[in-house]
């Protein structure tokens, strides 16, 4: 991980975009401070991960569809500023081994388990990958919730819920896809909350 160009693309990305969408970040007192930590945040514009980027306390690491990945610049900034390819619409072994190594070496994974950017700005169902991650390791859950709209000098707000306790559901055993409509509540509830 080249951490300088992180950092230097972070500082880049909050000089214009905050200003220009008047950012506003609530709730990251209640971030966890070490230990992994798995971001799960709605997704209602393709400006979302620079934004969950920008607002977060910690460095992130993204998951990526493996198309931008094919894009002739992108292909090379991607990797450096920590993210890395999935493969939608199937079970991707290898992004779900490098997620799982992420969070078990106490490393941020951020994903927007809808999988896709919502049309209507309504929240969608989310994938089973988050509800796994979750079920799969001890790290922490945090929803996120982006809202919009993403209009020149109106005000855009990045909620950070606190993290969701998840022993209680890997001891019952749930599956991925419950596991993932637990935390589509909460953050369901974040964006009611804060409209």
């Known amino acids: 991980m080249s951490v300088n160009l992180y950092r230097f693309g972070k500082?880049?990305?909050?000089i214009i975009l905050k200003p220009l969408f008047r950012i506003q970040t609530i709730g990251t007192e209640s971030f966890p401070k070490d230990g992994g930590v798995l971001i799960c945040a709605n997704h209602i514009d393709n400006l979302d991960p620079p934004v969950v980027g920008l607002t977060s306390p910690r460095v992130i690491h993204f998951?990526?569809?493996e198309e931008l990945f094919?894009?002739?610049i992108l292909k090379q900034i991607l990797p450096t500023i920590n993210v890395f390819p999935v493969k939608r619409g199937m079970s991707d072994k290898g992004a779900l081994k490098k997620g799982l190594k992420l969070l078990k070496e106490g490393e941020v994974l951020g994903l927007?388990?809808?999988g896709t950017r919502s049309k209507t700005g309504e929240l969608g169902k989310g994938l089973?990958?988050?509800g796994f991650f979750a079920l799969r390791t001890n790290a922490a859950v945090v929803p996120c919730a982006i809202i919009g709209p993403y209009k020149p000098f109106q005000k855009l707000r990045v909620v950070y819920g606190k993290p969701i306790d998840f022993s209680q559901y890997r001891e019952q055993k749930i599956s991925p896809e419950e596991a993932t409509e637990v935390i589509m509540d909460e953050?369901?509830?974040l964006i009611s909350a804060h409209k």
């Open 128 to 130: 089973a990958g988050a």
């Open 70 to 72: 094919h894009v002739p």
């Open 112 to 114: 927007f388990p809808e």
């Open 11 to 14: 500082t880049v990305v909050t």
């Open 63 to 65: 998951m990526a569809k």
């Open 187 to 189: 953050i369901r509830k």
